[in-house]
């Protein structure tokens, strides 16, 4: 199948892109002189993870053979991946749960009134693809212009890739940009093939050099809270706090509030 093989593809390009990461130095290995590329050769890595050379290669070239739990550990530890990265490389080999559906569900009318219950707190509910499903008058004010398509959501990726506002709003936009990406490397992961990702990916990298430049590294990263310096249109630039949570019934939802640092967090 055409997603199997594109799958086995993305594994391979994500274990060549970890691997040109590790020095022979880092895994104890003797210095050579100058190599041609950097980091580890497959030969190397195979024989620090106890498995056969050709075995490896083959796994890199994304041919179709089966990697057992052991192997893929072995191969994670080699490789000193951190625990998103190790998830993202047992999906990839096929340890993964049931594909996304091609379609939304619909949200709730209760559940998309949640966060205009938050006001004054800026909140919003977004999907697995960054679709914003809901969100409050205080979330559109600090993120203006994060509107709506006559035939498509409003996109929080969508909005931080090809919405101008968006490099005077977020401050450190190249950091939270990569971290944006990398997030949507390990999401895309768990759902190869999906069409909802696919679209979405595509478009950024047309209209986005840096989405371009970017996504062929391979980072991976979940998403979580945190804190980010955001510039609201008319003030001076703030720290914010936010917390992620998803929604019991729809975890691929995820209900984002945001407070600024000085101000009492939502309780």
Same mark, same amino acid.
């Given at each position: ?21 590790? /020095? ?40 179709? #053979? ?11 530890? /080699? ?45 919003? #509910? #977004?999907? %697995? ?22 035939? =498509?959501?409003?996109?929080?990726? =969508?909005? /931080? ?34 069409? =909802? ?27 979580? %809270? ?27 939802? /995820? ?13």
């Amino acid at each position: 199948m055409q997603q199997e093989e594109d799958q086995r593809r993305e594994l391979g390009a994500f274990l060549r892109s970890r691997r040109g990461r590790i /020095t022979p130095e880092q895994v104890g290995l003797p210095h050579t002189g100058r190599r041609r590329t950097p980091g580890l050769r497959r030969e190397e890595l195979a024989l620090l993870a106890g498995i056969s050379a050709t075995w490896y290669t083959y796994l890199e070239q994304g041919r179709d #053979i089966r990697a057992s739990d052991q192997v893929l550990g072995a191969i994670a530890s /080699t490789l000193r991946l951190d625990p998103h990265e190790r998830e993202h490389l047992f999906r990839l080999a096929g340890h993964a749960p049931a594909a996304l559906a091609e379609e939304p569900e619909p949200l709730a009318a209760e559940v998309a009134a949640v966060p205009h219950l938050l006001q004054p707190q800026p909140a919003y #509910i #977004i999907d %697995g693809t960054y679709d914003v499903l809901s969100f409050n008058r205080a979330a559109g004010e600090l993120f203006p212009n994060l509107t709506a398509a006559a035939d =498509r959501p409003a996109n929080l990726a =969508r909005w /931080t890739f090809l919405e101008p506002v968006a490099r005077d709003v977020v401050v450190d936009w190249e950091t939270e940009a990569r971290g944006l990406v990398a997030r949507l490397r390990m999401l895309a992961g768990r759902h190869p093939g999906n069409s =909802r990702y696919t679209r979405l990916i595509d478009e950024l990298k047309a209209g986005s050099t840096h989405m371009r430049d970017w996504w062929p590294e391979y980072d991976v990263q979940v998403q979580h %809270g945190g804190r980010k310096r955001l510039r609201p249109p008319g003030r001076e630039a703030a720290d914010f706090v936010y917390t992620a949570f998803h929604l019991a019934e729809q975890p691929e939802l /995820t209900l984002v509030i945001y407070s600024e640092e000085s101000r009492s967090v939502v309780g």
